[in-house]
């Protein structure tokens, strides 16, 4: 299985800011805005995680056990940019240091085999 769904800490861990034309249709935004709230004069924020534990609203199950983003094919960019750790043959200390809040072990090229 791929170490996403069985982890989901990135998504309850950092904020999730976006530009604000990527939740305009108008512009080709493919992403809800009632799923983000404003956060800077032309920013956006996953909602919930822009807030002392972050989680964002988009994010289903448990987080270390099994998780899902429900709104996956239509996520924003930043979402999309976080590589996994080994996930292409590069560490990640965004997904480490997500891990480490949840006490989950960093991934490893192993992870991936
Ligand atoms: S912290 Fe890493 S392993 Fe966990 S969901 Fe994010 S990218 Fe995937
Ligand atoms: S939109 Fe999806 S991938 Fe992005 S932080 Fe929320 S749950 Fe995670």
Redesign the pocket.
């Given at each position: 299985m791929h170490?996403?769904l069985t982890?989901?800490?990135?998504?309850a861990?950092y904020r999730v800011s976006l530009h604000w034309s990527e939740a305009d249709p108008a512009l080709g935004g493919r992403t809800p805005v009632a799923l983000t709230e404003p956060c800077g004069p032309h920013q956006l924020a996953m909602r919930g995680t822009w807030q002392a534990r972050p989680h964002c609203i988009a994010l289903t199950g448990v987080v270390g056990e099994q998780?899902g983003c429900s709104i996956y094919p239509d996520r924003p960019a930043p979402c999309r940019d976080?590589?996994?750790?080994w996930e292409h043959g590069q560490p990640?200390s965004?997904?480490d240091r997500?891990?480490q809040a949840y006490g989950?072990e960093p991934?490893t090229p192993a992870s991936w085999s």
């Open positions: 170490p996403c982890c989901g800490a990135c998504c861990h998780v976080l590589q996994a750790a990640s965004q997904c997500a891990r989950l991934l």
